[in-house]
């Protein structure tokens, strides 16, 4: 899964403390292979979560967890100028 994040102005800090905390919870998910959060160098408005799960219903299990709708739905969600989130089927 690939989510890219245009925060609004004057929000940088807020939502960058929040994603590392969700981050941080959601690499404790079973189904979780990796979390990374990316803000772009030149513009640290533009921020690129890459996440990987074991199978597109661990990533399912991961929208519906209590930190998600906290933390993404809650907080992140309402500071931000736009999200974009794509999913993609990795090969083995």
Known sequence: MIARYTIAPGNEEAVLSLLRELAAAARTEPGNLGFEVAAL?????????????????AFEDHRTTPHFKRLVLEQIVPLLDSRVV?????GE
Do not use: G, I
């Open 41 to 57: 160098v030149t513009d640290p408005r533009q921020v690129v979560l890459l996440e990987r799960y074991v199978s597109r219903a």
């Open 86 to 90: 794509e999913l993609f089927d990795a």
